[in-house]
Every structure is written in structure tokens, then in C-alpha cells.
């Protein structure tokens, strides 16, 4: 269980996809609609790495919030999530809510959870990039800005070390 959601009185909660496999079609789709298909990607190749997520590997998974079978939201822990920063590891990656669900505290738990998974591979400190625009919501899940401008898209490089 994480957090109350927009079904009255019903539970969200988050699942590694490996529980819930039914669900990657939709983390692929919504995947590769937020940030693959605008660059002109297929969406088999978003679901080829979605299915890299069932396999012995302590990284890459992903982690599914959902209500029963239905799908609320995402976010994957990966190796690596920026060319420009190759010596970084592990990343929280990939993180979507749908709209109905947003401003519930479940993206914010996603990101927690996934940040709790990467520090069980034996990780000291967790990666992850985003828009600045997106930059009060990770500080105030407790994430330190590292640098700013990265890449081509000018991205925001987030830290976070374990307790």
C-alpha cells in the first residue's frame, strides 16, 4: 500500500513489474509516449527494454503503481541515464503518473521506493535527471541538485544518498 488514490476509498499500490508483468505493456506505452516517441522511436523498442526488466539482473526493474490491475504509474531504476554522465550509477529513470492520479503523493512514493530498491543493490548514493521545471518537486522529496544544464536537454542531475 502506498497512498490513497482518486478510486474512493482504494489502495495504490507499488509492485516491482516482475509481480505484475500483465502491466508492461502499459509501462512501455506510457514510456515511450512521454519521452521516445516525440524523438521518433518505435514502441517495440520501448517494450524490448521494458522486457529487460524480467530478467536475473539486479539492474535494470522497474516498479508499477497501480490499483489492482489497473495502471497509476511508473519508474525504473537503471544503470545509466545520461551518455554524459557514464560514471554515475544506479539511476531512477522513466518516472510517470497518469494525469488523474498526479498530485495524490504517488509520484513522490514511486521515487522513494525506487530510490529504497536501488540502495538495496548495495548503492551509496542514487542518479536522477529532469526537466528544471521538475526541480522544487525532487528537493522536496529530499533529492540535492548535482548540476545543472546537462546534455541536450539541458537537464537538472539530482543525488541521493542513503541514510
Given at each position: 500500500m502506498v497512498s490513497r488514490?482518486?478510486?474512493?476509498?482504494?489502495?495504490?499500490?507499488i509492485s516491482d513489474l516482475r509481480v505484475v508483468p500483465h502491466l508492461a505493456a502499459e509501462v512501455a506505452d506510457r514510456v515511450w509516449r512521454a519521452w521516445w516517441k516525440p524523438n521518433g522511436y518505435p514502441l517495440e523498442h520501448i517494450t524490448g527494454l521494458v522486457q529487460n526488466n524480467f530478467n536475473s539482473a539486479p539492474l535494470p526493474f522497474a516498479l508499477v503503481a497501480h490499483h489492482g490491475s489497473t495502471f497509476v504509474g511508473t519508474a525504473s531504476v537503471i544503470v545509466s541515464?545520461?551518455?554524459?554522465?557514464p560514471q554515475y550509477t544506479p539511476w531512477v529513470a522513466a518516472v510517470w503518473v497518469d494525469p488523474p492520479f498526479r498530485r495524490l503523493g504517488i509520484g513522490g512514493a514511486i521515487?522513494?521506493?525506487a530510490a529504497l530498491a536501488a540502495f538495496a543493490t548495495g548503492a551509496e548514493t542514487a542518479y536522477l535527471c529532469a526537466l528544471p521545471a521538475r526541480r522544487r518537486f525532487y528537493e522536496g522529496l529530499g533529492w540535492s541538485l548535482q548540476e545543472q544544464n546537462v546534455g541536450d536537454h539541458l537537464l537538472d542531475v539530482f543525488t541521493l544518498k542513503t541514510v
Open positions: 488514490g482518486p478510486v474512493s476509498g482504494s489502495e495504490i499500490t541515464d545520461m551518455e554524459e554522465r521515487v522513494r521506493h
